[in-house]
């Protein structure tokens, strides 16, 4: 049995197989050594900091027969390493995603900034493959500008450690309930249309790599959209790939209900608030208000991700998703009937442009949606981003693109 998982950390030992079973037994010993200097907390533990010691994973690949995580054929690196070797961890969580904590670190030598993310191996949650995919779609996408940088791959006996590149601007999320708070009776209600389309186009860009390499995110809301600086409010990158997964126009469609929590807990009474007051509520009050329908009726391909692109578009323009409700099952109700609004208390300083590219996205049958190609290449994109030198030619033929002023009833 093998398990094969390329690293930046591990190019040397891509396989593992019997031949080299004595290297990772070495590489066990080095952090047998570390934990008798009393150094098995290397890296403050993602969620619990408090551990008795004894309670702490296994060092020795055999010796729990029931957990197969840890046997030598998959671990997912295919080598143990140390990450305080080579960086300080800050002991401060920055971030949380899929499956783990985020931290602050810096190079000891260079001194250069990054993020690292600390998933403990032992969680149930955990699935070795899906960390190896997640490392290889990082790994893979490197060059690809509005995709977070890979810059580092750690393991030892208790976590995956994946450094990054740092964003210090924060979350898209963050922004969204910023300017929404700030907004007052008679102004534009959260980010105007140029800010708004110079992001979406960057968001574009990296789903059209993704899609073009056989890759869905399947995870995209505003907290997983950063700014790559504090000073510049238009640079970002899409970050967590721990649902990622690949798939291809010939493959089975997918099946798997996915989406991570979110900032606020779904049982939130939403009801003890007035219209408008509701409408200030941070975006993402549900799991539910950026997942596709077709995810929710368990069969879905690529598209979900244009779906999830178009209801944060709308979310940035007036400050609310488009499916919000008062429980889970009114926004999965809303959700699954794909009917929505432009209430023209919110929308009546937006473009029509604006509105068409939303509904090209939020769209209930998915073939009908735009692709990410397609979406690039619509007035609203290029009108906000001429000076981009990321020009797409659309040759995707599955859905019939006519950019004309819209039919449909408005309610602006």
């Given at each position: ?37 009393g ?6 533990a ?18 729990d027969?029931?957990d ?19 960086y ?22 260079t ?29 893979e ?23 990054t590149?740092?964003?210090q ?15 007052f ?58 649902l ?76 609310y998703?488009?499916?919000n ?19 023209s208390?919110d ?35 290029v ?25 449909s009833?408005?309610?602006?």
């Open positions: 049995m093998t398990a094969q998982c390329k690293t930046p950390s591990c190019t040397a030992h891509n396989e593992l197989t019997i031949d080299n079973i004595f290297y990772y037994q070495s590489a066990m010993q080095d952090v047998l050594s570390y934990q008798g200097k150094a098995i907390r290397l890296v403050s993602p969620f619990d900091e408090d551990t008795p010691l004894d309670l702490a994973a296994p060092l020795s690949p055999s010796s027969t029931s197969t995580s840890f046997t030598l054929s998959s671990f997912p690196t295919s080598c143990f390493s140390t990450i305080d070797d080579k300080h961890v800050d002991a401060t969580v920055i971030g949380t995603g899929h499956n783990g904590s985020v931290r602050a670190c810096f190079d000891r030598i001194g250069h900034q990054c993020a690292v993310k600390s998933i403990r191996k032992r969680d149930p949650s955990v699935k070795t493959h899906a960390l190896c995919r997640e490392i290889e779609i990082l790994q996408m490197r060059s690809q500008e509005n995709i977070i940088e890979l810059i580092d791959v750690f393991e030892d006996s208790e976590y995956l450690h994946i450094v590149e740092l964003c601007g924060g979350e898209l999320f963050e922004k969204i309930v910023e300017k929404s708070a700030s907004s009776p008679g102004s534009h209600r959260c980010f105007d249309e140029t800010e708004a389309s110079k992001i979406i186009f960057q968001v574009l860009g990296a789903i059209s790599s993704l899609h073009k390499a056989g890759i869905v995110h399947r995870d995209l809301k505003p907290e997983n959209i950063l700014f790559a600086s504090d000073v510049d409010s238009t640079s970002v990158k899409v970050i967590d790939f721990g990622a997964r690949r798939h291809s126009p010939h493959d089975a469609p997918m099946n798997s209900l996915v989406g991570t929590p979110c900032k606020l807990d779904s049982t939130f009474d939403v009801s003890t608030l007035s219209l408008r007051d509701s409408r200030l509520l941070p975006p993402c009050h549900s799991p539910l208000d950026y997942i596709a329908p077709e995810v929710l009726r368990k069969r879905y391909d690529k598209a979900c991700d244009l779906w999830s692109l178009g209801v944060i578009s709308y979310t940035m323009l007036c400050g998703p488009p499916f409700g008062e429980s889970n099952k009114e926004i999965y109700d809303r959700v699954r009937s794909g009917q929505y609004r432009f209430p208390v929308w009546k300083f937006t473009s029509k442009d604006a509105r068409d590219f939303i509904r090209r996205l939020i769209r209930l049958d998915p073939s009908k949606r735009l692709t990410a190609e397609q979406a690039l290449n619509h007035p609203w994109i009108k906000h981003n001429r000076n981009s030198s990321f020009v797409v030619e659309s040759r995707d033929e599955s859905v019939e693109v006519v950019f004309s002023p819209s039919s009833r408005e309610l602006v």
